[in-house]
């Protein structure tokens, strides 16, 4: 999250509407609330605070992800999270993800059951019910959704998978709510409800969301041959995107040419090459190259990188949130893993966009997802033989 200063509805300050008419959620604040014992001892990572935190962001909303452990504290941070919530300066939305299955400390349905005023079980039927298109283990999630004063609650399971299928069912649902809460008359019909799967859930994610497989255990199917670093023949995911008229790329999401791990090295202007398009007018690249020197210590001769199972998902899930939140782009990512020397690179990143901003801009932003969500770690190695983590030596 950026530590600039956001701007937020105010009592003073009239609802914003589209055009058309329709009620729209940009200022609104909303709380991810991660309930996780592992995640907030720090020994496992938050795969669904990011996933939540970039789809509220996409529609406007002002993001803060909290984390902490299943147990007593849930309680008391949903009462602080919703102490002001008849403020027009509330949090609009409070979500949690976590702490709803039948663990004894899972506690996170009887929290919020003492928190809430009313209560709106459609929308947890309405959850159940598309996650009943995947598991059958849904119905043992014992989620709950309500209000209290301006600000909507509700639980979605801890899994990525409940995580999309909560993103699919609220989706259309947000503006109306927040409508609701700040007593909006007259905002139109919510014409957000026939909206596809995929224009919801980011490309490469849009078959998870239909409730066709699980998501963790296949990759998406190429629609078309990307030639990418050898990382194809390990595993990874390709996927490159046919031709799209240039007239309609301004209002579709990105496209992801390529999100993969490789062991082989990668080379800039490959990159760079595959995104080009005759629509696109500007393409930006990022090479994140080996230095001989880190946090002060001079000396280093090379790094080895290491990736956590679930990485090349992770890279996959947060190079296409990225494309999704840039439309008109055509975005290359791969990273590489493995025993690296000094002036090696460790990542490539290309973009191409109809205009130079935009196309800066996704660069930077696929590149900050990169380092902050997928988990690989990094091992420096120096002239005289020692060795550090990065990150997790002191």
Same mark, same amino acid.
């Given at each position: 999250?950026?530590?600039?200063?956001?701007?937020?509805?105010?009592?003073?300050?009239?609802?914003?509407?589209?055009?058309?008419?329709?009620?729209?959620?940009?200022?609104?604040?909303?709380?991810?609330?991660?309930?996780?014992?592992?995640?907030?001892?720090?020994?496992?990572?938050?795969?669904?605070?990011?996933?939540?935190?970039?789809?509220?962001?996409?529609?406007?909303?002002?993001?803060?992800?909290?984390?902490?452990?299943?147990?007593?504290?849930?309680?008391?941070?949903?009462?602080?999270?919703?102490?002001?919530?008849?403020?027009?300066?509330?949090?609009?939305?409070?979500?949690?993800?976590?702490?709803?299955?039948?663990?004894?400390?899972?506690?996170?349905?009887?929290?919020?059951?003492?928190?809430?005023?009313?209560?709106?079980?459609?929308?947890?039927?309405?959850?159940?019910?598309?996650?009943?298109?995947?598991?059958?283990?849904?119905?043992?999630?014992?989620?709950?959704?309500?209000?209290?004063?301006?600000?909507?609650?509700?639980?979605?399971?801890?899994?990525?998978?409940?995580?999309?299928?909560?993103?699919?069912?609220?989706?259309?649902?947000?503006?109306?709510?927040?409508?609701?809460?700040?007593?909006?008359?007259?905002?139109?019909?919510?014409?957000?409800?026939?909206?596809?799967?995929?224009?919801?859930?980011?490309?490469?994610?849009?078959?998870?969301?239909?409730?066709?497989?699980?998501?963790?255990?296949?990759?998406?199917?190429?629609?078309?041959?990307?030639?990418?670093?050898?990382?194809?023949? =390990? *595993? !990874? &995911?390709?996927?490159?995107? #046919?031709?799209? @008229?240039? $007239?309609?790329?301004?209002?579709?999401?990105? +496209?992801?040419?390529?999100?993969?791990?490789?062991?082989?090295?990668?080379?800039?202007?490959?990159?760079?090459?595959?995104?080009?398009?005759?629509?696109?007018?500007?393409?930006?690249?990022?090479?994140?190259?080996?230095?001989?020197?880190?946090?002060?210590? =001079? *000396? !280093? &001769?090379?790094?080895?990188? #290491?990736?956590? @199972?679930? $990485?090349?998902?992770?890279?996959?899930?947060? +190079?296409?949130?990225?494309?999704?939140?840039?439309?008109?782009?055509?975005?290359?990512?791969?990273?590489?893993?493995?025993?690296?020397?000094?002036?090696?690179?460790?990542?490539?990143?290309?973009?191409?966009?109809?205009?130079?901003?935009?196309?800066?801009?996704?660069?930077?932003?696929?590149?900050?997802?990169?380092?902050?969500?997928?988990?690989?770690?990094?091992?420096?190695?120096?002239?005289?033989?020692?060795?550090?983590?990065?990150?997790?030596?002191?």
């Amino acid at each position: 999250m950026s530590e600039q200063a956001r701007a937020h509805v105010g009592s003073e300050r009239p609802p914003h509407r589209h055009e058309d008419g329709d009620f729209h959620l940009q200022g609104r604040r909303a709380v991810v609330l991660i309930v996780s014992t592992s995640a907030a001892a720090g020994t496992a990572q938050d795969r669904c605070g990011p996933l939540l935190a970039a789809w509220l962001e996409r529609r406007g909303v002002d993001v803060a992800v909290r984390v902490l452990p299943d147990g007593p504290d849930v309680l008391a941070t949903l009462r602080e999270l919703t102490a002001d919530s008849a403020s027009a300066d509330a949090s609009r939305f409070v979500i949690t993800s976590g702490g709803t299955g039948l663990n004894l400390d899972d506690v996170t349905p009887e929290a919020t059951a003492r928190v809430v005023e009313r209560e709106t079980p459609g929308i947890m039927h309405a959850l159940w019910s598309k996650g009943l298109e995947k598991t059958p283990t849904a119905v043992m999630s014992r989620g709950v959704a309500g209000t209290v004063g301006q600000t909507f609650v509700v639980n979605l399971p801890g899994s990525r998978g409940g995580v999309k299928d909560g993103m699919a069912v609220l989706d259309p649902l947000l503006d109306h709510i927040s409508a609701q809460l700040e007593d909006v008359h007259g905002h139109g019909e919510d014409r957000r409800v026939a909206q596809s799967a995929d224009e919801i859930v980011p490309a490469g994610q849009a078959s998870e969301a239909a409730g066709d497989g699980a998501a963790s255990d296949r990759a998406p199917s190429p629609r078309t041959a990307s030639p990418g670093p050898a990382a194809l023949s =390990t *595993g !990874v &995911t390709s996927a490159a995107a #046919t031709g799209t @008229p240039a $007239a309609g790329r301004a209002t579709t999401a990105g +496209v992801v040419v390529l999100s993969a791990l490789t062991a082989d090295p990668l080379d800039a202007e490959e990159a760079q090459r595959a995104v080009a398009d005759p629509a696109c007018g500007a393409v930006v690249g990022f090479s994140g190259v080996i230095r001989d020197h880190d946090g002060g210590r =001079t *000396g !280093v &001769t090379g790094l080895e990188y #290491t990736a956590h @199972p679930t $990485a090349q998902e992770v890279l996959r899930d947060v +190079v296409a949130l990225a494309a999704a939140a840039h439309p008109g782009t055509r975005v290359w990512a791969a990273h590489r893993i493995g025993a690296l020397a000094v002036g090696d690179s460790a990542l490539e990143v290309a973009v191409a966009a109809a205009h130079r901003r935009e196309a800066f801009e996704a660069c930077a932003d696929v590149v900050d997802r990169i380092k902050e969500s997928v988990p690989i770690w990094k091992r420096e190695r120096f002239q005289d033989g020692a060795h550090a983590w990065v990150g997790l030596d002191d």
